[in-house]
């Protein structure tokens, strides 16, 4: 598969990002390739049939250097119609490769072939693709890694090796079928009956002692640790028994370092977290668990793996890390709020200053009138979610094939820019005429490098928890965030302007606010949505249309010939 139309040459190229040219020396070009297959496994002592790419779960990590491009052949030789999306990847210039379902393209077939073209520009650092149709990507997912390109190091100590910590839910049953039952009763879904650390549930499940992931090291070294949250429904807290953990980088992005003796990480998520085997040589217990932040039903259980030592000379039996309980709120809050850009020289923060384009966002669980005859709320209703009162309806054809080619009556442009009702968004016994959202296939259009700040205001309807939203094709600064209303008069002006961190991913805080910005510079149709499965399956998310600016460098590039059909 030869270079698309619109390609700049790869060995030296010039890319239009920030506002600023950024030179890409000596990219290269990846060809590799990935296909869908049901794969036979056995976890807790139960065989089941899964879907992976090419056998792996979790599936092959990718691993590139700074500005270069992976041309990716993905076949499906699956029952099932899928995507894939490359999280954290902004695609400049390219959404046709992003991924997400009826929103960049039409799903990949049986027996079809789809070549993603994955462009890095400016990430570096730990990112991750997974399939991005239904619930499937419970089991395909994996990393991705960007090293720094030729001649560069990282802007901290070179560990002496690396290795990649994906955490991950699994169910029993199918799934889909999860999802299904789902959307039919109108309620949660069923909890996930165990979490997993590289597929494996760990010693605390029941028959499950073999099934443990384990690395070894050696003592007195530095390890970076590239840890992903791929759980479906779930934010989990992580940390190593008696080792603590320094955040040097999150979302392809580097941080300022911070010693913390765990970390909260929401679904979609990444961490680079730096390890010294400081300790006495013994095996310790990696753990992750649950933070649940609302009051509704979740996997209470614990996932392990193994951090050895090498030449143990006696050994106990491993410590457990002592992490946060799973509702501990302000644990999860003072966490996150230690989040900062490096803002070096090397690598700078270009937060916008001034906004021309200002969105604000409830961010709110509903409940609708039942469809179906065997929903289990009460009244006959069903569970919901909606983005300023509007729960998304995907539509049968992409939205960005209708856009690009003028097809009318697929999407509406008309998605409010704030909310429609104004009331105590965080207040209690909040009455029942706010629960029912309009069902609507609504997206919001900006103007090429307008710069934008976004407000999610989490709400407490029907249940106020923490929501992790993902925008798409974009990395944004997270410039404040508080619990409670959003004050449009006092908070921006405690907003941090300066080095605020630049993610890919955010949690809105449980019956809180954040505040995020990002210049419009990246043309295309990007997904926005909330990373929890079940959130997005009842209609908590939208689309962002980028308009194309001035020039080639500002416009999309055109479709693929090979882009699968609807």
């Known amino acids: 598969m030869g270079p698309r139309k619109g390609l700049l040459p790869l060995l030296v190229r010039l890319v239009l990002f920030h506002g600023l040219f950024i030179c890409m020396v000596s990219a290269k070009r990846h060809h590799q390739s990935f296909e869908l297959r049901e794969t036979p496994i056995t976890r807790l002592c139960e065989n089941k049939t899964i879907l992976t790419i090419n056998g792996q779960f979790p599936g092959p990590t990718l691993h590139a250097r700074y500005g270069d491009t992976i041309v990716l052949n993905v076949t499906n030789r699956a029952k099932h119609n899928f995507t894939i999306h490359w999280h954290g990847v902004k695609q400049l210039r390219n959404p046709w490769g992003d991924g997400p379902e009826y929103i960049t393209q039409c799903p990949i077939q049986p027996g079809a072939t789809y070549g993603y073209e994955i462009v890095f520009t400016d990430e570096e650092g730990t990112l991750w693709w997974h399939a991005h149709s239904d619930w499937t990507r419970a089991t395909v997912h994996g990393a991705i890694v960007i090293h720094p390109r030729i001649g560069k190091k990282y802007p901290f100590v070179k560990p002496l090796k690396e290795f990649t910590v994906i955490l991950g839910e699994w169910w029993k049953s199918d799934v889909n079928d999860v999802l299904q039952e789902m959307l039919q009763t109108g309620g949660g879904p069923n909890n996930s009956d165990a979490f997993t650390i590289n597929g494996q549930p760990g010693a605390l499940y029941p028959c499950s002692k073999s099934d443990i992931f384990r690395e070894k090291v050696f003592p007195g070294k530095t390890y970076l640790l590239r840890l992903i949250n791929a759980a479906m429904n779930d934010e989990l807290f992580f940390g190593i028994a008696q080792h603590r953990l320094k955040l040097v980088g999150m979302d392809g992005k580097y941080l300022k370092p911070f010693y913390t003796d765990y970390v909260m990480i929401t679904p979609g998520q990444t961490m680079d977290l730096l390890i010294e085997t400081n300790q006495t040589p013994n095996i310790y217990y990696m753990a992750a668990h649950a933070y649940s932040s609302g009051n509704v039903p979740f996997d209470n259980t614990t996932t392990t793996a193994i951090l050895e030592y090498a030449n143990i000379t006696s050994s106990s039996s491993p410590s457990i890390p002592t992490l946060p309980t799973f509702n501990d709120t302000e644990a999860a809050n003072n966490f996150t709020k230690k989040l900062k850009s490096l803002a070096s020289e090397e690598h700078p923060a270009f937060c916008p200053q ?33 983005l300023n009162n509007i729960s998304f309806v995907f539509p049968n054809i992409s939205i960005l094939q209708a856009y690009s080619q003028g ?46 700040e976004i407000v999610y205001q989490g709400t407490s309807l029907v249940e106020g928890e923490n929501h992790p939203l993902h925008l798409h094709g974009y990395s944004f600064y997270v ?5 409670g209303n959003w004050d449009s008069v006092n908070h921006p002006r405690n907003y941090n302007l300066v080095d605020p961190p630049l993610i890919n991913t955010v949690g809105v805080p449980r019956k809180g606010w954040v505040a995020i910005r990002f210049r419009a510079n990246n043309p295309g149709v990007w997904f926005m949505h909330c990373h929890l499965e079940r959130h997005l399956s009842w209609g908590m998310d939208t689309t962002l249309i980028v308009r194309n600016g001035k020039g080639p460098d500002a416009k999309m590039q055109p479709p693929p010939a090979d882009l699968p059909p609807c």
């Not at 961010?363 to 039942?370: A, E, G, H, L």
């Not at 207040?427 to 069902?439: F, K």
């Not at 410039?479 to 619990?483: H, K, S, Y």
Request: hydrophobic letters at 30%; glycine letters at 4%.
């Open 479 to 483: 410039v404040g965030w508080g619990t």
């Open 354 to 386: 001034t906004i021309n384009k200002h969105i604000y966002i409830a961010v709110s669980v509903k409940t609708k009138p039942c469809e179906t005859a065997s929903c289990v709320l009460a009244n006959n209703r069903s569970l919901s979610a909606s």
């Open 407 to 452: 097809i009318n009556g697929v999407y509406d442009t008309r998605f409010p820019k704030r909310p429609p009702y104004y009331f105590n968004f965080t207040g209690d016994n909040l009455p029942e005429t706010l629960l029912t959202p309009r069902r609507e296939t609504q997206v919001k259009v900006l103007k090429f490098n307008s710069t934008v």
